[in-house]
């Protein structure tokens, strides 16, 4: 997720706890082995290490959740005013833009489209009539309408209520209800997590610049989605809810990389007795700006895991598909393309510089979870065909399973 910048709502107060500590504490938890993790690699017969670990970080919007909510555009306050010569009290005073939306390939033009505010708070419409259409069926005039710091993000900030009636949380129940697809491929990650089979192996965060406080995430993503899901009961502490607008993210707030490098370095201090299965840490993210900096990220912090507890980094890039195919021609900021043409789904980045590429999310099974290619393509599939009951967004899960080394 890219753009929601928000804050907790004023007048609640979050104590803040270092986020190095709370990381430390949950990746010691846990050394029996699990029905996979006796399982050897597929690609050579060493076992892990009981105290190796594998983190799996998702995005959530646009990764593991299509339209989880709504950015709130509000018209001009008084609707008798006419705007370019348009009466605009037939309109509506405000307008729900679905969040991967905002994010996606919409985003950028009604932001450009926006009217905005003077210093006096008065609306200064935009100089366009143009329309754009939404993926929730309407239309709207976004010169007509301004973005409020105040408002516009409400459905991405701490809920005053009851935690079971958070926005999040009760559009999941809406959607499930509804038999409304709304599950990507990111979620088989979240399902990994809640799985009790990868208790020693396995530790879960959610990395997204949402603004929920981390019960509310929590209860959201940890309770709600299994629950209605039927999927496994393990759930990860809060802390594991980092939601970089909120305030308890501290100095991690806005930065995913940040945070990412916090849980490698701890991961490092994770000692084990062999190293034939390495610390493995996965990100799974849309964003095309944050898949670019993390390549960069990875390729430094992988250099340095030739010692001892080394960390390789698995790339889980979720672009939309004309975006992966040609970013240049579809993304808003250019790229050269001696990095465009290195895209794939996967990436695994090993020290001194080794580099793997992969078109197929069984590779991340296979590699990080010591699955043969059989139980990783049928775990897979399980999780398309029956844990998603039919809500998976019919995006496709890639087949292709060959490598290429760079």
Sequence with gaps: MRLISSTAKRGKFYRVVPLSLLVLLSLSFGLSESAYSKNVRSDSKVKRDPKQKTVFISDVDGTGLLNLGNIILYRVNDPSRHLLGQNVSNLPPSVKVPVNDWEGNTGPKIRFLIGSRDERGGFIPSASQERVSLSNGTDIVPGYYYLDPERSFDEFRTFDGPIKNTPVASEIRSKIKARIPFLLEGSLFWEIGSNPEFTDQVDMFWLSKRGHAPEEASYAFQKELPKQLGWGGRTHPESHMLMLSHPSAGIFRESKANAIRKIADVLTTRHMATFDVPHYIVVAENDYESVI????????????????????????????????????????????????????????????????????????????????????????????????KKLLVPRGILPSSKGRAM
């Design 293 to 388: 900096e993390f390549q960069k990220l990875f390729r430094g912090l992988a250099s340095r895991g030739i010692g001892r507890n080394p960390v390789h980094f698995v790339l889980v890039n979720l672009l939309e598909d004309e975006v992966l195919r040609n970013p240049d021609g579809v993304n808003w900021k250019r790229s050269p393309l001696d990095v465009a043409n290195r895209m794939s789904r996967v990436t695994i980045y090993r020290p001194e510089a080794k580099i793997e590429r992969y078109d197929d999310l069984k590779s991340v099974l296979t590699e990080t979870l010591q699955m043969t290619e059989k139980q990783a393509a049928d775990y897979i599939k399980q999780f398309s065909q029956k844990k998603c």
